[in-house]
């Protein structure tokens, strides 16, 4: 299973992002995936999770109104739109896969991770 995010960069207060998630090796629409994120000298945190059928969604209350978790399970990719970007949202951003579950806002319960995409918020 490989997951390889992109997207990220560097982008002002208030603009936007779209962070991409390309999964290979299962049955993409098997799995639930989920956004998480870590900044710099803290631990990694729930961003938002989906279903595999993309029904269901969960966000963290930092970041509920300001971006949308979707998914084209055609392309086995999964993105995380970003909107009214703020510093604090600064972090490397990772996806990751539960395999054939349900999703879920715990980093333990995830199978599979990415990379990461670092993404840097300037005021």
């Known amino acids: 299973v490989q997951l390889v995010e992109s997207g990220g960069g560097l982008v002002q207060a208030g603009g936007s992002l779209r962070l991409s998630c390309a999964s290979s090796g299962r049955t993409f629409s098997s799995d639930a995936m989920g956004w998480f994120r870590q900044a710099p000298g803290k631990e990694r945190v729930f961003v938002a999770t989906i279903s595999g059928s993309g029904v269901s969604r969960v966000y963290a209350e930092s970041v509920r109104g300001r971006v949308i978790i979707f998914r084209d399970n055609a392309k086995n990719t999964v993105y995380l739109q970003m909107n009214s970007v703020k510093p604090e949202d600064t972090a490397v951003y990772y996806c990751?896969?539960?395999?054939?579950?349900?999703?879920?806002?715990?980093?333990?319960?995830?199978?599979?991770w990415g990379q990461g995409t670092l993404v840097t918020v300037s005021s």
């Open positions: 990751a896969a539960r395999s054939g579950r349900t999703y879920s806002v715990r980093t333990a319960d995830y199978d599979y």
